[in-house]
């Protein structure tokens, strides 16, 4: 028999088990204190759902942290190197170090070396770095608040709003102000969703799902109707790259607004990642603890939108990166999502930003839509994932 247990950080008074469903709760009960779980067991097949918690288990995460810390910078230096022009990794770090200051740097290097390390490649790597992180955090979001394995945060219909807001821009001839274009219509097509699935008072995960693919229909179908009206070659071309995601052009200024969004949306999460770990448990468990589900799915999905909606705004459509790295998270770390969103979003830079070294290397002298490598690897991912959902449910 498997049991769960909830703490938290005060003197415990009472312990009190109970069922609920087929899952049996231990749970530690304290004065004037909130219940909380920590580590959970699902009975089924004595199937781990959250990982116990301990000195060995918190030290082969930090281990993991520490490690795929190490590797992203590592990637960092060495995707800077790579491109059309090829760098020397010394000269590359040399010419970092030089600019913040630090020691081992160099400075006497060619002027077009130093522009295309410094002006070119490293804000176009960190913005791979930080679209990543974001698209990875959020997936996790979505996936724990509609509890389906199998959820992005373009199931809001962010990615169909964001391509009509985009093909309007560029149609009306204000190729300037896409990103602004795609970031209206990220937030206008979610408001829809969310209005749609809470027209009967009470929005749920099923209403959401489905009235984000009618959004998403909605919103595509408009787009193509505005490019078989009014585009011409030239535009055509510049809307099929930008809604497969590009990193192309990447300079310091456009990196101001996608790293403040991620920074406090990567803080806000972790700091919630207590109501996730009651969210993973059902509505009916989670009210049971205290936890108004429903309170905290608007919230999220309003972060999600506008998180996502920067990033698109910022790196055009980049599919599959929110749905592989919290799926990979969890089979590294478990389901408890104090652990998972570091991982997670560790996972999302590192797989961005090989794939944009992929997008900008594969072919000599031409660079292809990062969203090709992310979908030829999440595309397989996605029916693996369906596939093993089934079986567990046919089991």
């Keep these: 028999m498997f049991f769960f247990r ?23 009960l304290s004065k004037n204190s909130n219940v909380f779980m920590d580590a959970v067991f699902h009975c ?22 520490l490690l795929l810390i190490i590797f992203l910078v590592f990637s960092l230096f060495l995707a800077v190197s790579l491109g059309s022009v090829s760098i020397d990794l010394q000269d590359t770090y040399g010419i970092i170090f030089s600019r913040l200051g630090l ?26 770095i930080l679209a990543g992180a974001g698209l990875s955090i959020c997936g996790s979001v979505m996936q724990s608040t509609v509890n389906n394995p199998i959820a992005e945060p373009y199931i809001l219909g962010i990615s169909a709003g964001a391509t009509f807001g985009a093909t309007l821009s560029i149609i009306l001839g204000l190729k300037t102000l896409t990103g602004t274009g795609a970031f209206i219509g990220a937030i206008l097509a979610t408001a829809v969703v969310v209005l749609i699935a809470s027209m009967q008072g009470k929005m749920t995960t099923g209403s959401l799902i489905l009235s984000g693919t009618v959004v998403n229909a909605l919103f595509i179908a408009f787009a193509n109707f505005i490019i078989s009206v009014g585009a011409n ?32 949306a990567f803080l806000f999460f972790c700091s919630q990642y207590r109501i996730f770990n009651a969210m993973m448990m059902g509505e009916e468990a989670a009210l049971t603890l205290g936890v108004p589900l429903h309170v905290y799915w608007y919230l999220y999905i309003t972060v999600v939108a506008i998180i996502t909606a920067v990033l698109v705004a910022s790196c055009g459509i980049i599919g599959f990166v929110g749905l592989i790295t919290p799926h990979i998270a969890r089979r590294l770390v478990g389901t408890n999502y104090r652990r998972l969103f570091p991982i997670a979003t560790l996972l999302g830079a590192l797989f961005l930003v090989w794939a944009d070294v992929w997008a900008r290397t594969l072919i000599k002298n031409a660079e292809l839509p990062i969203g090709i490598f992310t979908a030829l690897v999440g595309a397989p991912f996605f029916i693996y994932t369906v596939a093993k959902s089934r079986r567990e449910v046919n089991s």
């Design 6 to 28: 909830l703490y938290d950080v005060q003197v415990f008074h009472l312990f009190l088990p109970f069922r609920f469903k087929n899952v049996i709760i231990f749970m530690k």
């Design 103 to 128: 020691p081992f740097g160099k400075d006497s290097l060619p002027s077009s070396t130093l522009a295309i390390v410094w002006n070119m490649r490293l804000p176009r790597v960190l913005l791979g």
């Design 44 to 65: 089924k097949g004595g199937r781990m759902l959250f990982k116990k918690s301990g000195r060995d288990g918190f030290s082969r995460y930090v281990c993991l942290l």
């Design 233 to 264: 070659a030239d535009s055509i071309m510049t809307v099929k790259f930008w809604t497969m995601g590009s990193l192309a052009g990447t300079s310091w200024s456009d990196l101001t607004l996608p790293a403040l969004a991620v920074g406090l």
